[in-house]
């Protein structure tokens, strides 16, 4: 099947809210998606995301800008004619037709002969697990069972492209890390270009090719989950993707892309090319809890703090420290040496130079 | 650009991508403005035109006579006395019901004793009561021995007209007091929160809303009952729709009833107004479908529901008896002086009455399907399609509905006597009266089934490649056969049962069986008009069972649910 990728052209979307007035649920969206690949929209509620999957199947209609699939503009296109797949939150099925007939459904608008329909359904089935349940209608199978028909019935159309809605946010934990694997597997082997819809960063990383995370209506960053985890463009990034401190510092040096910072006493080096920074400035740096590290003596060249609280949680141990009045969060993969550690010692601190970041 | 364009961009938008439905609203639009917005017009240039020009003349007339004034005071103090009394017996009905435990059994019993007076011609309680607690009544005369009781009056309407309307109060309660979490007063009580004041302070400020809804609906539906008050009031005690009905049969002024029920209107506009738009945003219960943690509901103790449900047997029984009283009266020779048992009075139904319950038959039957699907359409439309004038739209369907019947008569009858469309004296007539009176039933259960089910059901079969009208035609129309049956029941009910408005309607070519009660009453041949009411009641009966059936044979998986065939 000839792959094609997306391509969303300063597409902007408005609503009329009842209490808020108009809000820019979209605003000038750009966003490419390449062919085959697995894409996901990430971002807090109200960010925009399902707006704009919605906006790709054909659900909703732009207010601006185009959609393109493939080479076609799709913006005036009805979503009965898009060849899309879409698998929704609820999983939409049918409620008044068996297992079969709604996978069935799409093949039969279509005008499939009823020998192959037979035949792709059965196949479809096989490759969701769901073989025998054909003759089951909606209410008599589990979530986990009706989330695989949703899918099935999306894929059996061979679709140009996937469309999934926060697919497993109805399913318990167990099974989302389950089916979201499951959803992985069968996007590559069905070489299928996907776009997927979460407010889960962990299930983001896990299962995209490439992440796209929105925010009030804005594509803030795209990249694989490595780029937004090391590289975040910007404070939200960095706290949407992971764990970060925040931390008080300021400017002592600009040389040679250089910035040189004193954080609590202690000078880093850190590079950056940033024009806005000034000498003298007071900024906040930002580094990652797992590139902080803890040891026992409080040396006098390392930063102090207190342990306020400390979480065991197995393979890795979670800090709340107090250094100097700053609430500091570190987590090791050192469950061994942190035994030692208790509430209320003190401890030295290191920041991993090379992973602090400015914005 | 500012959010009112947005909006009508839009509507444009999408009525252009989707023609089936761009035609399906041009066309519904012309029969609302031919079939009620057309004739409503007409009641109102009747009753501001005077040779030309815009008047209040007309109103400072009818207003000037003693007599319509007291009307309008009587007709208001009668449906605020009828609000209450029906909402707090419909309120301890639906208590009794949902939070006292009852068993099916008794639920069950409850309901099918409660939906007598809905399902019935709305004067048959009337009759039974004159039965009774008439002059020669079976408790007034033979019981009690009383030569000059008298039956008429407001007491009696009132009487008469709580037992009708209570089961409206009951169903729109018992939905509320069903749809509050147990879980929640489970939490006052664990606070420490005695029965009482849980009662108090949980469960009654919940249903607050309900009640006032309730007290509303039966404000309404008093206001516009014409065959009690016609029956029962006698001549000191004038309401106003038989005060138009009278001014138009009897002194052949219509101008002057249609300025009657021009000041009809005005309340039953007020009640319309309040009820959508100040009660509908008063609620707090919504029916979620999401059901918490069983428990077991502790709302009233166990010697009270014994009383509770004394209390509530034994106006069960009140209405029972007031029935079995109505098929006694059609079976003897003559109610209160010879009570010989014959069949006279069925003879004379099913010889000289024929035509009247053919015509009726044939009326109701065209009706039911043509106010069904009607309903059906519009309540698709304007739950799932999204174009300009929708709201105005789901107003206007409910019009005429809202109004009393009496106003809506008026209205035909003044709308369609001469040409364009001059249809007095046919069956179309009668038909669009009660399609698109009675069809906002439809749309109304259309309307809920819909927003039962998830919209993106219908995005589904739209990314599977489906076209809108097949999207319709194997999804939507499956779902909502429900509905549609409900309406089909409802509307046909209705046509058997109706009198306010189709009594100004009527011909000698086409009659219905209640304007022959209504006649046999007035020519004191109490036997036949009995004889009819039980005939009415026993062929709504009859339909009722068959349309549940067919529901529980055809009723496909995962259908919604009929909870009620009457939607109040």
């Given at each position: 099947?000839?792959?094609?990728?997306?391509?969303?052209k300063?597409?902007?979307?408005?609503?009329?809210?009842?209490?808020?007035?108009?809000?820019?649920?979209?605003?000038?969206?750009?966003?490419?998606?390449?062919?085959?690949?697995l894409?996901?929209?990430?971002?807090?509620?109200?960010?925009?995301?399902?707006?704009?999957?919605?906006?790709?199947?054909?659900?909703?209609?732009?207010d601006?800008?185009?959609?393109?699939?493939?080479?076609?503009?799709?913006?005036?296109?009805m979503?009965?004619?898009?060849?899309?797949?879409?698998?929704?939150?609820?999983?939409?099925?049918?409620?008044?037709?068996s297992?079969?007939e709604?996978?069935?459904?799409?093949l039969?608008?279509?005008g499939?002969?009823?020998?192959?329909?037979?035949?792709?359904?059965?196949?479809?089935?096989?490759?969701?697990?769901?073989?025998?349940?054909?003759?089951?209608?909606?209410?008599?199978?589990?979530?986990?069972?009706?989330?695989?028909?949703?899918?099935?019935?999306?894929?059996?159309?061979?679709?140009?492209?996937?469309?999934?809605?926060e697919?497993?946010?109805?399913?318990?934990?167990?099974?989302?890390?389950?089916?979201?694997g499951?959803?992985?597997?069968?996007?590559?082997?069905?070489d299928?270009t996907?776009?997927?819809?979460?407010?889960?960063?962990?299930?983001?990383?896990?299962?995209?090719?490439?992440?796209a995370?929105?925010?009030?209506?804005?594509?803030?960053?795209?990249?694989?989950?490595?780029?937004?985890?090391?590289?975040?463009?910007?404070?939200?990034?960095?706290?949407?993707?992971?764990?970060?401190?925040?931390?008080?510092a300021?400017?002592?040096?600009?040389?040679d892309?250089?910035v040189?910072?004193?954080?609590?006493d202690?000078?880093?080096?850190i590079?950056?090319?940033s024009?806005?920074?000034?000498?003298?400035?007071?900024?906040?740096?930002?580094?990652?809890?797992?590139?902080?590290?803890?040891?026992?003596?409080?040396?006098?060249?390392?930063?102090?703090?207190t342990?306020?609280?400390?979480?065991?949680?197995?393979?890795?141990?979670?800090?709340?420290l107090d250094?100097?009045?700053?609430?500091?969060?570190?987590?090791?993969?050192?469950?061994?040496?942190?035994?030692?550690?208790?509430p209320?010692q003190?401890?030295?601190?290191?920041?991993?130079?090379?992973?602090?970041?400015?914005? | 650009?500012?959010?009112?364009?947005?909006?009508?961009?839009?509507?444009?938008?999408?009525?252009?991508?989707?023609?089936?439905?761009?035609?399906s609203?041009?066309?519904?639009?012309?029969?609302?403005?031919?079939?009620?917005?057309?004739?409503?017009?007409?009641?109102?240039?009747?009753?501001?035109?005077?040779?030309?020009?815009?008047?209040?003349s007309?109103?400072?007339?009818?207003?000037?006579?003693?007599?319509?004034?007291?009307?309008?005071w009587?007709?208001?103090?009668?449906?605020?006395?009828?609000?209450?009394s029906?909402?707090?017996?419909?309120?301890?009905?639906?208590?009794?019901s949902?939070?006292?435990?009852?068993?099916?059994?008794?639920?069950?019993?409850?309901?099918?004793?409660?939906?007598?007076?809905?399902?019935?011609?709305?004067?048959?309680?009337?009759?039974?009561?004159?039965?009774?607690?008439?002059?020669?009544?079976?408790?007034?005369?033979?019981?009690?021995?009383?030569?000059?009781f008298?039956?008429?009056?407001m007491?009696?309407?009132?009487?008469?007209?709580?037992?009708?309307?209570f089961?409206?109060?009951?169903?729109?309660?018992?939905?509320?007091?069903?749809?509050i979490?147990?879980?929640?007063?489970?939490?006052a009580?664990?606070?420490?929160?005695?029965?009482?004041?849980?009662?108090?302070?949980?469960?009654?400020?919940?249903?607050?809303?309900?009640?006032?809804?309730?007290?509303?609906?039966?404000?309404?539906?008093s206001?516009?009952?014409?065959?009690?008050?016609?029956?029962?009031?006698?001549?000191?005690?004038?309401?106003?729709?038989?005060?138009?009905?009278?001014?138009?049969?009897?002194?052949?002024?219509?101008?002057?009833?249609?300025?009657?029920?021009?000041?009809?209107?005005?309340?039953?506009?007020?009640?319309?107004?309040l009820?959508?738009?100040?009660?509908?945003?008063?609620?707090?219960v919504?029916?979620?479908g999401?059901?918490?943690?069983?428990?077991?509901?502790?709302s009233?103790?166990?010697?009270?529901?014994?009383?509770?449900?004394?209390?509530?047997?034994?106006?069960?029984?009140?209405?029972?008896?007031l029935?079995?009283?109505?098929f006694?009266?059609?079976?003897?020779?003559?109610?209160?002086?010879?009570?010989?048992?014959?069949?006279?009075?069925?003879?004379v139904?099913?010889?000289?009455?024929?035509?009247?319950?053919?015509?009726?038959?044939?009326?109701?039957?065209?009706?039911?399907?043509?106010?069904?699907?009607?309903?059906?359409?519009?309540?698709?439309?304007?739950?799932?399609?999204?174009?300009?004038?929708?709201?105005?739209?789901?107003?206007?369907?409910?019009?005429?509905?809202s109004?009393?019947?009496?106003?809506?008569?008026?209205?035909?009858?003044?709308?369609?006597?001469n040409?364009?469309i001059a249809i007095?004296?046919?069956?179309?007539?009668?038909?669009?009266?009660?399609?698109?009176?009675?069809?906002?039933?439809?749309?109304?259960?259309?309307?809920?089934?819909?927003?039962?089910?998830?919209p993106?059901?219908?995005?589904?079969?739209?990314?599977?490649?489906?076209?809108?009208?097949t999207?319709?035609?194997?999804?939507?129309?499956p779902?909502?056969?429900?509905?549609?049956?409900?309406?089909?029941?409802?509307v046909?009910?209705?046509?058997?049962?109706?009198?306010?408005?189709?009594?100004f309607?009527?011909?000698?070519?086409?009659?219905?069986?209640t304007?022959?009660?209504?006649?046999?009453?007035?020519?004191?041949?109490?036997?036949?008009?009995?004889?009819?009411?039980?005939?009415?009641?026993?062929?709504v009966?009859?339909?009722i069972?068959?349309?549940?059936?067919?529901?529980?044979?055809?009723?496909?998986?995962?259908?919604?649910?009929?909870?009620?065939?009457l939607?109040?």
């Amino acid at each position: 099947m000839e792959k094609i990728g997306i391509n969303l052209k300063n597409i902007s979307k408005s609503f009329i809210h009842k209490v808020k007035g108009k809000v820019e649920a979209v605003n000038n969206v750009n966003l490419q998606i390449k062919p085959g690949e697995l894409l996901t929209l990430l971002g807090p509620s109200g960010c925009g995301k399902t707006t704009t999957l919605r906006m790709i199947a054909g659900f909703e209609h732009p207010d601006k800008g185009s959609i393109y699939l493939g080479e076609e503009d799709v913006t005036e296109l009805m979503a009965n004619k898009r060849k899309i797949g879409f698998v929704f939150q609820n999983y939409a099925l049918f409620p008044h037709l068996s297992i079969y007939e709604n996978v069935a459904y799409g093949l039969k608008v279509k005008g499939v002969p009823k020998a192959e329909e037979e035949k792709e359904v059965k196949e479809v089935l096989e490759l969701v697990g769901l073989t025998g349940y054909e003759s089951q209608f909606p209410n008599q199978i589990s979530g986990g069972e009706q989330q695989r028909v949703a899918l099935a019935r999306a894929i059996v159309i061979k679709p140009k492209v996937l469309l999934l809605d926060e697919p497993l946010s109805n399913l318990d934990a167990k099974l989302r890390v389950y089916t979201r694997g499951e959803i992985r597997r069968l996007q590559k082997s069905l070489d299928m270009t996907s776009v997927y819809v979460t407010h889960d960063q962990e299930e983001a990383m896990a299962i995209s090719d490439r992440i796209a995370l929105m925010n009030k209506g804005k594509i803030i960053q795209v990249g694989t989950a490595e780029e937004l985890y090391f590289k975040p463009n910007c404070e939200f990034v960095s706290k949407f993707i992971g764990k970060i401190n925040s931390l008080p510092a300021k400017v002592e040096e600009i040389k040679d892309g250089f910035v040189f910072l004193k954080v609590f006493d202690h000078i880093y080096q850190i590079e950056s090319s940033s024009e806005h920074i000034k000498i003298k400035e007071k900024l906040n740096i930002f580094i990652r809890p797992e590139f902080i590290e803890l040891s026992k003596e409080a040396q006098a060249h390392k930063i102090q703090g207190t342990v306020i609280e400390k979480t065991f949680l197995g393979e890795k141990v979670e800090f709340i420290l107090d250094v100097y009045g700053n609430q500091m969060n570190v987590t090791s993969y050192d469950p061994v040496k942190c035994q030692t550690f208790s509430p209320n010692q003190k401890l030295g601190i290191s920041l991993l130079e090379k992973y602090i970041k400015i914005f | 650009m500012p959010a009112f364009f947005i909006k009508l961009k839009n509507g444009f938008y999408k009525l252009t991508k989707d023609p089936a439905v761009f035609a399906s609203v041009i066309i519904i639009w012309i029969f609302l403005i031919i079939f009620i917005l057309f004739p409503l017009a007409k009641i109102l240039i009747l009753t501001f035109e005077k040779s030309g020009h815009f008047t209040f003349s007309n109103i400072a007339e009818i207003l000037a006579k003693r007599n319509h004034i007291k009307a309008f005071w009587n007709s208001l103090l009668l449906a605020t006395l009828v609000g209450i009394s029906g909402t707090v017996l419909g309120f301890f009905f639906a208590f009794t019901s949902v939070r006292a435990n009852l068993s099916r059994g008794w639920s069950k019993f409850l309901d099918a004793a409660i939906i007598l007076p809905l399902i019935s011609p709305p004067f048959t309680m009337a009759i039974t009561i004159i039965f009774s607690f008439g002059r020669r009544g079976i408790i007034t005369y033979n019981l009690l021995g009383f030569t000059r009781f008298n039956i008429y009056g407001m007491h009696s309407v009132l009487f008469a007209e709580t037992i009708t309307f209570f089961p409206i109060a009951y169903l729109t309660l018992k939905a509320i007091l069903a749809g509050i979490d147990p879980t929640v007063e489970d939490m006052a009580f664990s606070l420490g929160s005695s029965r009482g004041r849980v009662f108090n302070t949980v469960t009654l400020p919940l249903t607050v809303p309900g009640l006032a809804n309730s007290f509303l609906l039966l404000f309404a539906a008093s206001l516009a009952d014409f065959a009690t008050p016609l029956i029962l009031a006698g001549n000191k005690f004038p309401v106003l729709p038989t005060e138009a009905f009278l001014q138009i049969t009897g002194l052949f002024d219509i101008r002057g009833g249609a300025v009657l029920s021009f000041i009809l209107l005005v309340p039953a506009f007020t009640v319309f107004v309040l009820q959508r738009y100040w009660v509908a945003q008063k609620y707090y219960v919504t029916i979620t479908g999401k059901s918490g943690a069983q428990t077991e509901i502790k709302s009233v103790a166990p010697w009270a529901r014994k009383i509770f449900l004394g209390i509530c047997l034994s106006i069960c029984l009140l209405i029972l008896y007031l029935y079995l009283l109505l098929f006694y009266a059609s079976i003897v020779k003559a109610f209160g002086a010879n009570y010989e048992i014959t069949l006279k009075h069925y003879v004379v139904v099913f010889t000289e009455g024929l035509k009247a319950i053919k015509d009726t038959l044939i009326i109701a039957i065209t009706g039911m399907f043509c106010g069904g699907f009607y309903g059906v359409i519009i309540g698709y439309l304007i739950s799932k399609k999204d174009f300009i004038s929708r709201s105005s739209m789901e107003i206007v369907s409910l019009l005429n509905y809202s109004l009393p019947g009496t106003i809506v008569g008026i209205a035909y009858l003044l709308a369609f006597n001469n040409p364009p469309i001059a249809i007095t004296g046919t069956a179309l007539i009668i038909i669009a009266c009660y399609v698109f009176r009675y069809g906002a039933t439809s749309i109304r259960t259309t309307v809920a089934i819909l927003q039962q089910i998830d919209p993106s059901i219908e995005e589904a079969s739209a990314s599977l490649g489906a076209k809108s009208i097949t999207t319709f035609r194997r999804i939507t129309i499956p779902l909502v056969l429900p509905a549609l049956f409900n309406g089909l029941g409802v509307v046909f009910i209705r046509s058997m049962t109706a009198i306010s408005a189709t009594i100004f309607l009527v011909s000698i070519n086409w009659t219905l069986i209640t304007v022959r009660i209504l006649e046999k009453m007035t020519e004191l041949e109490l036997g036949v008009a009995a004889a009819f009411s039980v005939l009415v009641v026993t062929i709504v009966f009859i339909v009722i069972i068959f349309i549940n059936l067919f529901l529980r044979i055809f009723r496909q998986e995962g259908a919604a649910d009929l909870s009620n065939m009457l939607g109040g």
